[in-house]
């Protein structure tokens, strides 16, 4: 299936061929502990299954403030 | 699913690997937050707290929690102090957005700047200087945080610092052999009381960045989370990549240096005691040596 991925504010594919979330992590090469994931618009564990279409943010939850 | 209720889950909770929903997660994030405040007595009532609040996710979330759990105690007040470092393009949205918060919420809501407090903004001191304004910053932050803190009668500090920030301050200072820096480390920071400073309190001492985040999207507490420009290159930032690369291969790594940090803690402070709070001999600010890292960084800047 394939997916649209964005990693903070930038997109980084339209059309991710993938079958998981875990599998987005590991082809992009991101640590599970430094984003939180929003699934079309609802914030979602990495667990969760996706579908052809979806669309997923990966928000990074470091700061320095 | 979600272990508790099996419903949509919204985090697999870092050091467990349990997965929560937004109703249970709000309860378990609440939950960890009380019993730290409670464990570690880090208020009383008829306190005033004051949070530092800088506009970020950590410490949002931190006023919108302490809110929650201090307003039905009417002997308890709190009050949001923003540090303005003077960094164009990031602390002003930031601001905008503490400020929207305390006015809505009827916080008072106090700025303090370095350009008035110190004579230089950060942005001017890095333009001047060409170097990684971290470490100034930081010494200036919380230097400028106590002493306004005392202005405004508080007597408890909060931060919204969380274990990932306290295990990476763990390593550094071991990295750095500044274990004595260590000493004032913990959920309630500050080897003794003392009159010139006040104490500070870790409510989310137990909480990891990415709970934080999750806890301060969920409520909505700011639409985006910028990043400090100049923490890129920082030694903070580099301890932190390694840590998380870490965590992520062995789980609940930052959680065991923090569990571990606790035991050695009460032995730390009982060794560091011994070296009372001087007066800094030139602005009279609670300092460890003759004269303090704010003065000596001023005298630099000069």
Same mark, same amino acid.
Request: net charge positive; aromatic share 8%; hydrophobic share 35%.
């Given at each position: 299936?394939?997916?649209?991925?964005?990693?903070?504010?930038?997109?980084?594919?339209?059309?991710?061929?993938?079958?998981?979330?875990?599998?987005?992590?590991?082809?992009?090469?991101?640590?599970?502990?430094?984003?939180?994931?929003?699934?079309?618009?609802?914030?979602?564990?990495?667990?969760?299954?996706?579908?052809?279409?979806?669309?997923?943010?990966?928000?990074?939850?470091?700061?320095?403030? | 699913?979600?272990?508790?209720?099996?419903?949509?889950?919204?985090?697999?909770?870092?050091?467990?690997?349990?997965?929560?929903?937004?109703?249970?997660?709000?309860?378990?994030?609440?939950?960890?937050?009380?019993?730290?405040?409670?464990?570690?007595?880090?208020?009383?009532?008829?306190?005033?707290?004051?949070?530092?609040?800088?506009?970020?996710?950590?410490?949002?979330?931190?006023?919108?929690?302490?809110?929650?759990?201090?307003?039905?105690?009417?002997?308890?007040?709190?009050?949001?102090?923003?540090?303005?470092?003077?960094?164009?393009?990031?602390?002003?949205?930031?601001?905008?957005?503490?400020?929207?918060?305390?006015?809505?919420?009827?916080?008072?809501?106090?700025?303090? @700047?370095?350009?008035?407090?110190?004579?230089?903004?950060?942005?001017?001191?890095?333009?001047?200087?060409?170097?990684?304004?971290?470490?100034?910053?930081?010494?200036?932050?919380?230097?400028?945080?106590?002493?306004?803190?005392?202005?405004?009668?508080?007597?408890?500090?909060?931060?919204?610092?969380?274990?990932?920030?306290?295990?990476?301050?763990?390593?550094?200072?071991?990295?750095?052999?500044?274990?004595?820096?260590?000493?004032?480390?913990?959920?309630?920071?500050?080897?003794?009381?003392?009159?010139?400073?006040?104490?500070?309190?870790?409510?989310?001492?137990?909480?990891?960045?990415?709970?934080?985040?999750?806890?301060?999207?969920?409520?909505?507490?700011?639409?985006?989370?910028?990043?400090?420009?100049?923490?890129?290159?920082?030694?903070?930032?580099?301890?932190?990549?390694?840590?998380?690369?870490?965590?992520?291969?062995?789980?609940?790594?930052?959680?065991?240096?923090?569990?571990?940090?606790?035991?050695?803690?009460?032995?730390?402070?009982?060794?560091?005691?011994?070296?009372?709070?001087?007066?800094?001999? @030139?602005?009279?600010?609670?300092?460890?040596?003759?004269?303090?890292?704010?003065?000596?960084?001023?005298?630099?800047?000069?």
């Amino acid at each position: 299936m394939k997916v649209k991925v964005y990693v903070d504010k930038g997109e980084i594919s339209k059309n991710l061929d993938v079958k998981s979330i875990k599998e987005i992590i590991s082809k992009l090469d991101l640590n599970e502990e430094e984003f939180i994931i929003v699934k079309n618009g609802e914030l979602v564990s990495s667990d969760v299954e996706i579908k052809d279409k979806d669309e997923l943010k990966f928000l990074s939850v470091t700061s320095a403030g | 699913m979600c272990k508790r209720c099996k419903t949509k889950p919204v985090i697999k909770l870092p050091n467990s690997g349990i997965s929560l929903c937004k109703s249970c997660f709000l309860k378990y994030f609440e939950r960890k937050v009380r019993k730290a405040i409670r464990v570690y007595e880090m208020f009383k009532k008829g306190d005033t707290i004051g949070v530092a609040l800088s506009g970020g996710k950590d410490s949002m979330s931190l006023l919108h929690i302490l809110n929650s759990i201090v307003k039905p105690q009417r002997k308890t007040k709190l009050i949001a102090i923003l540090i303005d470092e003077g960094i164009k393009g990031y602390r002003n949205h930031t601001k905008k957005i503490a400020e929207k918060y305390c006015k809505e919420n009827d916080i008072e809501f106090h700025v303090f @700047s370095f350009e008035k407090e110190l004579g230089y903004s950060l942005d001017k001191i890095v333009k001047k200087f060409n170097l990684i304004p971290c470490s100034m910053c930081g010494v200036f932050r919380r230097s400028l945080l106590n002493k306004c803190a005392r202005k405004l009668k508080v007597t408890r500090l909060a931060t919204g610092h969380n274990l990932d920030d306290e295990s990476q301050s763990i390593l550094m200072n071991q990295f750095r052999n500044n274990v004595s820096m260590s000493a004032r480390l913990g959920p309630v920071t500050g080897v003794k009381d003392d009159k010139k400073f006040v104490r500070r309190i870790k409510p989310f001492y137990f909480l990891t960045e990415k709970e934080t985040m999750t806890y301060a999207y969920l409520n909505g507490l700011a639409s985006e989370f910028n990043e400090c420009p100049y923490v890129r290159g920082s030694f903070r930032h580099e301890v932190r990549a390694m840590l998380n690369k870490f965590d992520g291969k062995y789980p609940a790594t930052k959680y065991s240096i923090i569990k571990s940090f606790l035991e050695v803690l009460p032995l730390l402070k009982k060794n560091y005691k011994k070296l009372a709070i001087k007066s800094c001999k @030139s602005c009279k600010e609670p300092c460890s040596q003759d004269i303090c890292q704010t003065c000596e960084y001023v005298k630099m800047l000069k």
